[in-house]
């Protein structure tokens, strides 16, 4: 079993930055990949971006170049620095951990981009 919490959300200016973070506990030692994905009002949930145990990143087209993926090993954390928001990046962001057999889910952190 992984236990993922996630933070760092909240109401920013289109324009600025945020960075969430995911702290993961439990089996972590069985991961295989983490990642961010959000899911808008009336949306599905998306990809937003995913990290491998061998730290291979992966980001969806509507992120590259300004959202990073990044982990530390040491805090069993993973952070999505999010930088020249959008409105369109408006969702509640999930945290995720593939171990192979089970997808994890955290609790979601809303996120929401003011014009």
């Known amino acids: 079993q992984v236990q993922l919490v996630e933070s760092g959300g909240g109401l920013v200016q289109a324009g600025g930055s945020l960075r969430l973070s995911c702290a993961a506990s439990?089996?972590?030692?069985?991961?295989?990949?983490m990642g961010w994905y959000r899911q808008a009002p009336g949306k599905q949930r998306e990809s937003v971006a995913a990290?491998?145990?061998?730290?291979?990143?992966d980001y969806a087209d509507s992120v590259k170049g300004r959202f990073t993926i990044s982990r530390d090993n040491a805090k069993n954390t993973v952070y999505l620095q999010m930088n020249s928001l959008k409105p369109e990046d408006t969702a509640v962001y999930y945290c995720?951990?593939?171990?192979?057999?089970?997808?994890?889910w955290g609790q979601g952190t809303q996120v929401t981009v003011s014009s």
């Open positions: 439990g089996s972590i030692f069985s991961i295989m990949e």
């Open positions: 990290i491998t145990s061998g730290d291979s990143t």
């Open positions: 995720s951990a593939d171990d192979g057999r089970y997808d994890y």
